[in-house]
């Protein structure tokens, strides 16, 4: 055993864990982050090539299911959208995250 580890129990799995964790909440809070941006220059850039751009989105997922039953019906469906500013802020958001790991 190292002198610096000796005494102490460091679990492989707990520290992957908390990184992973640190980078699922970074991509989360990074989403949050550049939807809100995106609808704010969406209200203040005036229309033109800038808000084009800023505004372009890149969306997949799944089409709705609809299931119809004779008492309720269930929809079930899956999208995520993309565009420059939500993935300027994930990538910033993961960059300030990192000092966590």
Same mark, same amino acid.
């Given at each position: 055993m190292n002198k610096l580890t000796e005494g102490k %129990? =460091?679990? &492989? %799995? $707990?520290?992957? /864990?908390?990184? !992973?964790?640190v980078v =699922? *909440? +970074?991509? #989360?809070? $990074?989403? !949050?982050?550049? +939807? !809100?941006l995106t609808e704010i220059l969406a209200f203040i850039l005036p229309t033109g090539?800038? &808000?084009?751009?800023? *505004? &372009?989105? #890149? /969306?997949?997922g799944m089409d709705p299911i609809h299931i119809d039953l004779a008492l309720f019906e269930l929809t079930f469906g899956f999208t995520l959208?993309?565009?420059? #500013? +939500?993935?300027? +802020?994930i990538a910033l958001t993961v960059y300030y995250f990192k000092w966590w790991l």
């Open positions: %129990s =460091f679990s &492989k %799995s $707990g520290r992957y /864990g908390r990184r !992973l964790t =699922f *909440m +970074a991509v #989360i809070v $990074g989403i !949050l982050v550049g +939807a !809100l090539v800038v &808000k084009t751009f800023f *505004m &372009k989105e #890149i /969306g997949f959208h993309f565009n420059f #500013i +939500a993935v300027v +802020a």
